[in-house]
Each structure stands twice: as C-alpha cells, then as structure tokens.
C-alpha cells in the first residue's frame, strides 16, 4: 500500500486428454471456478523443469499425486497413472505475489486519499464489495500463472480469507498481516472497522500489535511514514520497537513499510524481517546492505506501483502489455473510468519527481541484489491502477530491466516470495511440495517476458486451462 502524500511534487484442463473447456463436474461462473472433488494421479512428461531451486534447468518429468509433487526430474511413471505429453513446454513454480491488498480494488474507489470519488462511489459500499467477492480477484490471479499471494495489510477480514483459499484449487494461497499499524493517524477506514491502528504511543501500538497477533495473523507490518525533515526520531523509533517487540513475543515476522533511506535503516536495527517497498529517496548505502545482510531481510522493490499513480494524476490508463482479459469486467469498468476524472493541475516538477524515484529504486534493487540480500517480488496490486493479477508481468519485466537476470527474477517469484509468506511447501517443484506450476510456451530464462506465454496454471494438483481463467 503506497501513501499518497497530496503535498508531495506531485477453465479447466481435463488431464486425462487435454481437453479444454469445464469438464463434468466443474462449472465457471461469476468469476469463480468450481473443480472436480477427485484427482486423478499424472504424469507431466518431457518439460523442460525451472524448478525454483540452484538447480539447472533439465528435461524431466512431474509426478502429481493427491495434490502434490511425488517426483520431480527423472522419475519412472508408475504403471496406470494418466500421462500428459508436455514436450517442448517449460514448467515453473506458481508465482507468488509477495505484495498484495485484497482490501483495495485496483483503482481509487478504494483510494479516496488518492483522488476523491466517493460521492459516485461511496467508499463504504466499495469496501463491502471487496469483503463479499474477493474471488474475483483470485481468478485473475490465477489466470496470470499467480497461485500464491500474500496480503501484507487490510481490514480484518482479510484473515478470514486464508483457510477458505487453501482448500479452493480455484484460489490461490493466501497469507494476510491483517491491520496495519501506523505511525500516521490515517483516516481510510470504515465505521466499526480499521485497516489503520495508529501506533500514537507505546501502549496503543502494543495494544494493536497484540490484537494482530490474537489473531493468528502472518505478520506484523507497521506503516513507517517519516513527515517532514526534522522527524521526531524518538517517538518513531519507540512505536517501530514496540511492534519489533510484540511481534518478537508473538513469534511472527514484523514487515515494515518504509520508503526511505533513513526509516529503511530504523526497521532493520529494530529487527524487520521484510521491507516491503523500495527505499526510492536515496541510493542505499554500505550500512544498509550491512543491516540487511546481518537480519537476514527480504526485500520487495514493488517497483511498478508508482507508474500507476503517476497514469492516475495524468488521467490516463495504459493496458500496454496488460493480459486484461484475466481482469474482472467491474475492475476494466472502473479502470477505463481514469481518463474521464476531473483535470488535475501538475506542476513542473511531476515528471522528474517520478522518474527520479524510479531511477532510484531500480539502481537499489540492483544494489540489493548484488550484495546477495533476498528479494522477493511483489505488485502492491490494489493500488490505483495497479491490478490484481495481471500487474505481475510488469512487475517481472521491471526486476530484470533493473539488472536481475532472469533466474533470479523467478526465484524471487517462487521460492523467495514463498519464504515471505511463511511458507515452506509451495515455491519450488520438488518432491512433497503442493504441486502449484505453470506450463509456458516459451523459455523464461531467455527473456522473462515469455512468463507471459501461459498455457496452463496447476493449482494443488488441479489443471486449468489458461484460456477457460480468462473472462470474456
């Protein structure tokens, strides 16, 4: 979830014979996507395996058995078991988004700090929508090769999502922080309900953190906004150290929101697992990457989120390179709304605000990477224009213009991104692993743009069809 600051300068593939369509027994409807109750055990034979792991890539064969991987690479097909011939294709883990927030739509009905629609589209009423029908946004997740995601702040709803995804093969997997404590008094919220708890003193961010924890949530995540240039470091270091400190009690990760050098650094002596943004005001310097290295961070450079905001000021929406057909028709409603919004005045500076930011996270991912400190890739999709499922692919192509060869750009979308989930039995395809693959047209480690050439999205053992996913 980005800040906006207004002072600122600116179907289903049968395996057993490749048929596409809904078999018997599945129906697509409403945005969601029943599947058979029984899964036949296959053999996924003659791919080539990108598998997540140090491993090179090797021609090989995938066993799949009651929704898991029982072999990868040379493995004997049992006698009996139904076999797919996927010669010529390649197949890689699921992505995982490590940066999502189903508690926003994609646009700025639910970003009424970002541009103020709420007398066409009262904020509460969005609000509701998102709780109700969150799987519209988990087939477009699907549908582009994303079957993991991990909301890193919202209402307290979110955290229901979790158990219901996990048993849906039409969803993808999902982890949630739930509310995000902040240490900015932010008013987006809805009455009797909080996606921000301002961390105003040591007792309410102790108290806030505790609720989250209660919870059973999958993190901690304070938004660290620094205001001003003579910040009052002390009562910002004490809020940040006392969430560290309950989410320490807790045993559960502390995430922070920190886009700056100076907080970035903050976060990192108090113990930040994740940094979920890019630090985009100043190049990183050697004592973050040595703060970094020594807590073992991950890193999430969310590079593309701000070009959304930027389309949103210059009222303009561009789907350039945006499979749009896996986005929900509301979503491609509202989006197509953005060039007809009131006329916003932009001073002379908004084009160089922009592209010096992102310069500069681009060249500290680069960092980063350099200095062997784990990325994981996320979209911060629900942002403004930011869409759900479908931003992936800018997101990946943004990692590797930044220089991350393309292997590194997939494992920070597979098995990193799944350690920042908390989760150790998705991410690569190996053995015992929930069998979560997608089968590509095209080789990802010659250019990963080919993540685009999706045919098939496996999600726990189910198959679909990439083109029965997409909404039409």
């Not at 946004?137 to 158990?163: I, K, M, Q």
């Not at 949530?217 to 304070?222: F, P």
């Not at 990692?399 to 920042?420: H, K």
Request: glycine fraction near 8%; proline fraction near 6%.
């Amino acid at each position: 979830m980005i800040r906006f600051a207004a002072r600122s300068a600116v179907g289903v593939l049968v395996l057993a014979g490749c048929i596409r369509g809904t078999p018997p027994g599945a129906t697509i409807e409403q945005g969601r996507a029943a599947t058979p109750r029984h899964q036949q055990p296959v053999a996924l034979v003659g791919a080539t395996l990108i598998d997540g792991t140090a491993r090179p890539p090797r021609t090989g064969t995938v066993l799949i058995d009651a929704g898991r991987i029982a072999c990868a690479g040379e493995c004997p097909v049992p006698s009996g078991m139904r076999v797919v011939d996927v010669t010529g294709r390649y197949l890689i883990p699921g992505l995982v988004d490590a940066h999502v927030h189903y508690s926003q739509t994609g646009w700025v009905d639910a970003r009424p700090d970002a541009e103020d629609v709420r007398a066409r589209f009262p904020y509460e009423r969005t609000i509701a929508s998102l709780e109700a029908d969150p799987a519209r946004f988990y087939r477009s997740y699907l549908c582009s090769g994303v079957t993991a995601t991990f909301d890193v702040g919202g209402y307290p709803w979110t955290w229901n999502l979790r158990e219901p995804a996990e048993r849906d093969p039409s969803a993808p997997h999902v982890a949630a922080a739930g509310p995000l404590l902040s240490t900015v008094d932010h008013w987006v919220n809805v009455p009797g309900s909080r996606q921000f708890i301002h961390a105003a003193g040591d007792s309410a961010t102790r108290t806030g953190a505790r609720m989250i924890a209660q919870h059973a949530s999958d993190a901690v995540k304070i938004w660290y906004v620094v205001e001003g240039s003579a910040p009052d470091t002390l009562a910002l270091k004490a809020a940040v150290r006392a969430a560290a400190d309950e989410a320490r009690r807790a045993r559960i990760p502390l995430i922070v929101h920190a886009t700056g050098l100076w907080a970035a650094k903050d976060a990192l002596r108090a113990g930040a697992s994740q940094l979920v943004h890019s630090v985009d005001d100043t190049l990183v310097d050697d004592e973050f990457l040595r703060l970094a290295r020594a807590a073992g961070t991950i890193y999430t450079p969310t590079l593309t989120v701000m070009d959304g905001y930027r389309q949103l000021f210059e009222r303009r929406f561009d789907s350039t390179g945006l499979p749009l057909a896996c986005v929900d028709p509301a979503t491609r409603a509202r989006v197509a709304l953005t060039d007809s919004l009131p006329v916003r005045t932009l001073g002379p500076g908004f084009a160089a605000y922009f592209e010096r930011h992102r310069q500069t996270a681009r060249e500290n991912l680069r960092r980063v990477h350099t200095a062997g400190i784990p990325v994981a890739m996320g979209t911060d999709a629900g942002n403004p224009l930011t869409l759900h499922g479908a931003s992936v692919f800018r997101e990946l192509e943004a990692m590797a213009e930044a220089g991350l060869p393309p292997a590194a750009v997939l494992t920070s979308a597979s098995a990193i991104a799944a350690r920042a989930m908390g989760r150790d039995d998705i991410g690569t395809l190996e053995r015992g692993k929930i069998a979560d693959i997608v089968v590509l047209s095209r080789n990802p480690l010659e250019d990963i743009a080919n993540v685009r050439s999706i045919v098939q999205v496996v999600r726990a053992g189910t198959v679909w069809d990439r083109e029965a996913l997409e909404y039409r």
